[in-house]
T-cell receptor
């Protein structure tokens, strides 16, 4: 059964028209991440939520916002999509923040299948 | 600026051969590394990890080698199968504020396995 679900898998929007991407998880994980992955490039972290605590990466454009209304759901809002925002958007979760413990590193991330965004 | 149409490095192998995928990481303070496999249209999947106090770790058909001196990570896949065809990313984890670890992904290598 899918554990990290992203809807829709493909999204088409128009230049400047706000769009929202959705992620849900059945793992009851505390942390949810949003990544942007452009064609043939590595995923780039945009932001993450640790429970309700929002953590934005320094170079994430203001055009990208996120909401986490409850543990299971997290949304990525693109306020005014530009052509350069066309990409795969990946959601990931982890039980807790990746950190060191005496047992080693914990809580690696589980990725969803992604939503491919096209901007016309 | 961003590069459009950037091509991933590609490794082509025959089924049954061993594959070696390389990754150069950037932060000498990174102390945890993961290799991910990403199949077309899917999110990255965890393959194997290694801490910086190790130089080798083995899994099922996969081995990760870490050389901190030259900031180099490699993934070895034994007896490569067509199902191994995918893009492989390394991710380095560092904790700049001493708190939670944030990953930075490497560029990725496309592995193509020919039957």
């Amino acid at each position: 059964d899918a554990m990290v679900i992203q809807n829709p898998r493909y999204q088409v929007t128009q230049f400047g028209k706000p769009v929202t991407l959705s992620c849900s998880q059945t793992l009851n994980h505390n942390v949810m991440y949003w990544y942007q992955q452009k064609s043939s490039q590595a995923p780039k972290l945009l932001f993450h939520y640790y429970d309700k605590d929002f953590n934005n990466e320094a170079d994430t454009p203001d055009n990208f916002q996120s909401r986490r209304p409850n543990t299971s759901f997290c949304f990525l809002d693109i306020r005014s999509p530009g052509l350069g925002d066309a990409a795969m958007y990946l959601c990931a979760t982890s039980r807790d923040r990746t950190r060191t413990t005496t047992m080693g590193f914990t809580d690696t991330q589980y990725f969803g299948p992604g939503t491919r965004l096209t901007v016309l | 600026g961003e590069s459009v149409g950037l091509h991933l490095p590609t490794l082509s192998v025959q089924e049954g051969d061993n594959s070696i995928i390389n990754c150069a990481y950037s932060n000498s303070a990174s102390d945890y590394f993961i290799w991910y496999k990403q199949e077309s249209g899917k999110g990255p999947q965890f393959i194997i990890d290694i801490r910086s106090n190790m130089d080798k770790r083995q899994g099922q058909r996969v081995t990760v080698l870490l050389n901190k001196t030259v900031k180099h990570l490699s993934l070895q896949i034994a007896a490569t199968q067509p199902g191994d065809s995918a893009v492989y990313f390394c991710a380095e984890f560092s904790s700049p504020s001493g708190g939670s670890y944030i990953p930075t992904f490497g560029r990725g290598t496309s592995l193509i396995v020919h039957p």
